[in-house]
Every structure is written in C-alpha cells, then in structure tokens.
C-alpha cells in the first residue's frame, strides 16, 4: 500500500489552455473523491466515484470540469478552458466503502495549479 | 443542510501547553465528526473520527475530541503541544448512509512557540 498518488504535483499553464491530472487511489478502494482547496479555506467536495460509476457531479463547478474513471482504478479530472480563478490545490481522496460503515478518506498530496 | 463552524482562524500556543481547537457543526440527522490535520503542501491525514459510539474518541499523536451533542460542539484537544503539531487543522462533518460527502471547516492554523 503506497497510499493515494497525484500527478502532477504542480502544473502552471496560460489561461484557456486545458490540464488534466491523475489520481492513482489506494488498490483494494472502490470510492474515489475529488476535491478543490483554495487558500485559506477547508477543501471543497467536487465530485466522487463509486468504482467506475460517477454518482454525484452536481457540484463540479462548472461544465469546464469533468472527471473520469474508467476501469474503477484511477482517475483524471480535466479543466478546459482554464481561468485564473481555477488556480488552486486539487486534492483526490480515495475509500473502502462497505454500508452501514463509517468510511475513511484517504487524501493524497495534492496538485497545485496555477493559472497565469 | 450540514455545516461545519471552525471557531479561530489561527490559534498560538507555547509548547508544552493545552491546545484546543473548537468546531461547532449543524447537521439535520446524527452527524459523523472528523477531524484532519495538513502539513504545509500535503494532502490531509486523519486525526480522529466519530461515528455514533463513544462520545470521547483518541486520535493519533495524542489527539483526542468530545462529541457534544448538546452543544454541537467536537472541540479537538492535546494536553501538551509539540513544535511538530504546527499545522492546518480542519473539522468536518458528514451524515451516515451511502452518499458520503463530507462538509469541511475554513480550518484552524495551529501555532506552536519554543
């Protein structure tokens, strides 16, 4: 068990280009979280993945988000058309989830993003 | 709705004394409380979680929280701060069952002095 991995760990890129990061989760996790953290504040929920299946994406934060996993195992989350207000620390955070259990978040280190 | 209240955005302490970070939640059905500590440009570590059991739960490095339910409160404590608990720490709080999206306090900067 490695933990959870990001790549990149930083990314700068001019405004409007498009940036895709990685997230590799813990191997034996079936839920996959992503979230943005901006300075200052508590990380904000984007979006999650339940194996492959997308369950809730009503809170990416505009249609130039979107997010994948295709085979359940990692996954990207893709910004089109960056804005400088899209420059902030974006967290994956992986878990095992059994019902009726409190599951644990595991977070990986991050990729920080900068939007020039 | 569930929200998460982190009350202090920077708290300072000499090493060797009590920390006490407060976190007042609301949430419409029995919460799930944590509690995760942030080391400058890492992802967040689980310090503690509480999930309906015993009110008083112990965390790792010494951490621990009361649940509070008469006063919506989950205040973390440590009776004695080390330089290397100087870091973000952020509460949060989710509600059980199969959509779990946890809702994350600002977070509180913990300042520990020689």
Request: aromatic share 12%; charged share 15%.
């Amino acid at each position: 068990d490695t933990g959870v991995s990001q790549n990149p760990r930083h990314k700068i890129t001019k405004r409007g280009q498009n940036v895709t990061f990685r997230c590799d989760p813990i191997s034996e996790h079936n839920r996959l979280y992503w979230y943005r953290q901006t300075l200052g504040q508590g990380p904000e929920f984007l979006t999650y993945f339940q194996n492959e299946a997308q369950l809730e994406k009503s809170r990416l934060l505009s249609d130039r988000f979107s997010a994948e996993r295709p085979k359940g195992s990692f996954s990207t989350l893709e910004i089109q058309r960056t804005e400088q207000g899209d420059s902030a620390m974006y967290l994956c955070a992986s878990s095992l989830y059994a019902s009726g259990g409190a599951e644990t978040q595991y977070f990986g280190p991050g990729t920080r993003l900068l939007v020039l | 709705a569930q929200s998460v209240t982190q009350l202090g955005s920077h708290v300072s302490v000499s090493e060797g004394a009590l920390v006490l970070l407060r976190c007042n939640y609301s949430s419409s059905v029995p919460p799930y409380l944590f509690w995760y500590v942030q080391y400058p440009n890492q992802g967040l570590q689980l310090l503690l979680k509480y999930t309906s059991a015993a009110t008083l739960v112990k965390g790792i490095n010494g951490f621990e929280a009361e649940f509070k339910k008469s006063e919506t409160s989950f205040h973390l404590t440590k009776p004695s701060a080390h330089m290397s608990d100087a870091a973000e720490y952020f509460c949060a709080v989710s509600r059980p069952g199969g959509s779990y999206i946890p809702t994350f306090g600002r977070g509180t900067s913990l300042i520990v002095h020689p």
